[in-house]
């Protein structure tokens, strides 16, 4: 049977708007990976997206970057009038292994967000948006 030996972290925070058609940096954290490990780590991250009652739509795309390059999945939410006023959850994942694996030493994760359309507000909540473990 293998026990788990790893390291949860969240980084939370709250609700936050954001400006339609620019990159929004959600959350960047600093993490270390320590001599000996094997790199493999696993990184989550979730929002809920809120736009405004009448907004037409569009849609918001978020990704991962690791020490400046993007990786993983790209996560993307559409909203449509008239189901447009509720709230949708965005996720995207990145395992690092084989060829990927972290190296030893500090890396910097950030999750960035951007909304396309005719918003008139969107905002997110902040539950979830950076999770990782080894």
Known sequence: MHRWQGQLNIIQYFS???T???IHEVVSSEINIPSGHNGVVLFLAKLR???YQNDVGGNSEMWLNIDGVNVGTLGVQEFK???GDSSRTISVS???SDVNKLSEGNHTVKV?????GSFKNISYS???PLVYFD
């Open 16 to 18: 936050v708007e954001f």
């Open 20 to 22: 339609l058609g620019t």
């Open 49 to 51: 997206l809120q736009p």
């Open 81 to 83: 009038k008239p189901n």
């Open 94 to 96: 990145y395992l690092s």
């Open 112 to 116: 960035y967000l951007k909304a396309n």
């Open 126 to 128: 902040k539950d979830l």
